[in-house]
């Protein structure tokens, strides 16, 4: 298929080739698979891969090569979002642009790694300059004897350490 004299598509036995970009109006989708289970669509204000099938989703690149997202502004945030069926937002993995990778549980922070790869776990970082912050606030159900942080040395089997906080601080 010519469009002025040039090629814009091509069928073999085998394929389809387009020359050029494929375009679609929004609310219109590429749909692949036997049962349409893979769908790749703009809605007007924002786009989509829908897998709707029952396997899973696999992004693939060769190796030593990354799989790049890219923001358009210099100092925008970037992350993933897990919501359940319903729309419920879970959780999230959050590459902050002040060179911060934080994760979140359905409502709070639960860790921060900083660009010094300091990290803090139920504490942000924010002001501490340790190498590990864990932070856990007590209960009067919690045991007395608080939390317990045991450091293993990879080296050698029993080789460890155990902290036991018994504190409010």
Do not use: C, W
């Not at 925008?76 to 993995?93: C, E, H, I, K, P």
């Amino acid at each position: 298929l010519y469009h002025n004299n040039v090629k814009k598509l091509e069928t073999t036995p085998s394929a389809v080739q387009f020359y050029g970009n494929l375009m679609a109006d929004d609310g219109y989708k590429l749909m692949l698979g036997t049962g349409t289970d893979l769908q790749i669509y703009h809605d007007g204000s924002n786009s989509y891969i829908d897998d709707t099938g029952t396997g899973n989703l696999y992004i693939k690149s060769n190796a030593d090569n990354y799989i790049n997202l890219t923001s358009a502004a210099a100092d925008a945030n970037l992350g993933f979002v897990y919501r359940d069926s319903g729309g419920t937002q879970r959780g999230y993995l959050l590459f902050d642009s002040d060179d911060y990778v934080m994760t979140f549980g359905t409502d709070a922070e639960r860790m921060r790694i900083n660009s010094s790869g300091n990290v803090g776990i139920g504490h942000p970082l924010n002001t501490h300059t340790q190498k590990l912050v864990v932070k856990k606030n007590f209960s009067a159900t919690t045991p007395s004897s608080g939390a317990i942080v045991n450091l293993v040395n990879e080296q050698g089997a029993g080789n460890f350490a155990s902290l036991r906080f018994t504190g409010t601080n």
